[in-house]
């Protein structure tokens, strides 16, 4: 990454060039759906399904090669480097982790797109297509969100989308049932989560993380929740509408239905995509702006957010691991898997609560989020596959795969070993990286939630017999029927890129590492640095945000004034 | 402090709803109440009543309607901008052609997949 920085532009055209990716896929979604009532509209499904996948596919790569630009130097300029950006008035961020993740979901997204018309399941092509673009705009803002309301619209707009996505194969009655339940949960937890962050706004006074965090750190330290109320509500309240995103228990209730009733790629959206993006989001809400909330300054035990973090993601990893060992359908099997690594990765997200060192910790939460976006990705290309050709995807239809795909097969292993987490593959070093930050949280090193970390390591443990019998079922079966009758080239690449990203980052884990460490720095920079926001460079910026900042810092400093004295009532002079 | 600040908000939530409410109060002090079985009946603008109050409506209804809210959320944002537009300048200019030609897609997608074709 080149360490100069990049000539200044006219700031507003910067700024416009730095959201290009995102513009153009907004834009490549109407001309998809456009098409396809323009052009194809007697044709068969199959047939469009097929063109619609590459006019779309096509789209996706221009946007990889404007994203591509903010890593590498190129003739528009807009290179990032390690300065910390932020654009249109300080809602969204421009630096290396919006960076390099939107490369990394416009890749899952191109694999997607290539996965998606090899199985007719739907005959709204031209709305699958607009939809999932769109939805992915909505990704990328939510990684590059750096405000409560930017947030909150991007998640409502990505979760809009995929609702509909889950429910698009009209043909079956689970499908409508997935996006019904996809669309109720979601929708009162988009409620309970809008309120706690009007609550975060009525303690602060302001929505952007950062003057978020200043509010709520002050010049005390972090003070956990020890008696504060409201924010106790609050942080409760946007936990809720999290948890449902990121299907943690004990609101995960609508992730193995959504994802057995919707197609395959759907839910591969579902469960990779929006996935990534919800962690980032959940990472900075948390992390970042409610930072002084996460616990007392080096005691991860106090009053705060960490503990019912800490308590969720225990709750994740066992229920998750639990009833996947009793699944017969493939994607309800991946759902509950779903479930449990969501509580692996929480365990970084508590450890960048209170962490000394947060940035490892979410570069940890980063790397494997991405590892095992790409492998369940390709899980459900299998999904897809076995869907397509058998009309179910149960356990049992695996039977066999083995001897008459073997190189999928093998491909299909190695993502399963992966996901249980053995070496050496990805899986392995993104799990040692989130259970090694989580034991150096406390304070001068001492060992702390030793406990989640040890029930992390049992779990895995449990996850590995699940994962075996999907191996069983390929290779110490025997072929039943027609199973992998085909090879369409669209499960393919999901397979294969999948199955070389588990290999490759797991035999060089520094070439992802370096990347997402970098990104994670600029994500958690501190309050201090105002994110380049100056009224005279920036001309969204019209409202005196150093006003909001100090006044919040003044009603934070007179809570803590208060909340200390209750504490100790019998200090004098109190 | 903080309150003083939502007081307008409080007298114009107390107006709305006295307003609503005093009509029905004078209606009861003031008006001579005579009823009969005829009067009792739902008001159905005038006319008989017919049917159950349970019946379908057909799908298109809403297709209407939700082309009509197009329309609709496209007046309120219009209305504003144009009384205040000789001091927004090009760039709002530019927004507002954004936001047009959106709901043209719009309309034109509805309309080449067959919502405005009753059926």
């Known amino acids: 990454m080149p360490t100069t920085t990049p000539q200044p532009l006219v700031p507003l055209a910067r700024e416009w060039l730095l959201i290009a990716p995102e513009l153009w896929l907004a834009l490549w979604g109407l001309v998809v759906l456009l098409a396809d009532v323009a052009f194809f509209r007697d044709a068969p499904s199959a047939r469009r399904a097929r063109f619609l996948g590459i006019l779309a596919l096509d789209g996706t790569l221009i946007a990889l090669l404007l994203a591509l630009a903010r890593v590498v130097p190129s003739p528009l300029g807009i290179e990032l480097t390690n300065q910390d950006y932020s654009i249109f008035g300080g809602t969204l961020a421009a630096d290396p982790s919006t960076a390099w993740l939107s490369l990394a979901v416009l890749i899952l997204l191109s694999l997607l797109l290539v996965l998606s018309p090899t199985w007719d399941f739907t005959d709204h092509w031209g709305e699958f297509f607009a939809l999932v673009l769109w939805s992915t705009v909505a990704m990328l803002l939510l990684i590059a969100a750096e405000e409560l309301l930017t947030l909150f619209l991007a998640l409502e707009t990505m979760t809009l989308c995929l609702y509909v996505i889950a429910a698009l194969e009209r043909d079956r009655k689970r499908s409508s049932e997935a996006g019904l339940k996809y669309f109720v949960y979601g929708s009162v937890a988009s409620a309970f989560f809008l309120f706690g962050l009007s609550l975060i706004f009525g303690l602060t006074g302001t929505t952007r993380l950062h003057a978020v965090r200043e509010a709520l750190v002050g010049s005390a330290g972090s003070l956990g929740l020890e008696g504060n109320i409201a924010g106790s509500v609050a942080v409760l309240l946007v936990l809720v509408g999290l948890g449902f995103k990121l299907a943690a228990v004990p609101f995960h209730a609508w992730a193995p239905d959504t994802y057995e009733g919707a197609p395959a790629p759907a839910a591969s959206w579902i469960a990779t995509g929006s996935k990534l993006a919800s962690f980032v989001a959940a990472t900075k809400i948390l992390a970042v702006a409610l930072g002084g909330w996460a616990a007392q300054t080096g005691s991860p035990d106090t009053p705060g957010w960490a503990l019912p973090v800490a308590l969720i993601s225990a709750a994740s990893m066992t229920l998750g691991n639990l009833a996947a060992l009793s699944q017969r359908n493939f994607k309800r099997l991946l759902a509950y898997s779903s479930i449990a690594q969501a509580g692996y990765v929480l365990v970084g997200v508590v450890a960048a609560g209170v962490s000394r060192d947060p940035a490892r910790a979410v570069g940890a939460v980063l790397f494997y989020m991405v590892t095992y976006s790409f492998a369940t990705l390709g899980a459900f290309a299998v999904a897809a596959w076995l869907a397509r050709d058998l009309g179910t995807d149960e356990l049992d239809d695996l039977d066999g795969l083995g001897r008459r795909r073997p190189i999928m097969a093998l491909c299909l292993l190695v993502l399963m070993l992966s996901l249980i987490g053995l070496p050496p593959f990805a899986g392995f070093f993104g799990k040692l990286a989130l259970f090694m930050s989580a034991l150096e949280t406390g304070e001068s090193g001492r060992l702390s939630l030793t406990w989640l970390v040890a029930l992390g390591l049992i779990n895995s443990a449990i996850s590995a017999y699940y994962y075996v019998r999907v191996l069983r079922a390929m290779y110490l079966r025997p072929a039943r029927g027609d199973v992998g009758r085909s090879l369409p080239s669209g499960v393919f690449w999901p397979l294969t890129v999948g199955a070389a990203v588990a290999l490759f980052f797991g035999l060089i884990p520094g070439a992802l590492f370096e990347p997402m460490q970098a990104a994670a720095v600029p994500l958690l920079a501190s309050g201090e640095d105002p994110r380049g926001l100056s009224p005279e460079t920036n001309p969204f910026a019209t409202r005196p945000t150093e006003e909001d900042a100090a006044r919040a810092r003044e009603l934070r400093r007179q809570q803590i004034e208060q909340g200390r004295q209750r504490l100790q009532p019998g200090t004098p002079g109190a | ?119």
Do not use: H
Request: hydrophobic content about 60%; glycine content about 6%; overall charge positive.
């Open chain 2, 1 to 119: 402090m903080i309150l003083s600040r939502y007081l307008f908000i409080g007298i114009l939530l107390l107006f709305a709803v006295g307003f609503a409410i005093a009509p029905l109060i004078l209606v009861r002090l003031v008006a001579p109440a005579r009823r009969g079985s005829f009067k009792q009946q739902t008001y159905e603008c005038g006319v008989v009543t017919t049917g159950e109050t349970w019946v379908r409506f057909r799908i298109q209804y809403y297709l209407f309607a939700l082309l009509f809210i197009v329309f609709d959320i496209e007046t309120v944002f219009l209305y504003p901008w144009a009384a205040s537009y000789l001091n927004l300048g090009w760039f709002a200019l530019i927004e507002m052609v954004v936001f047009l030609a959106l709901l043209a897609v719009g309309l034109a997608y509805a309309w080449a997949r067959g919502a405005l074709r009753w059926l």
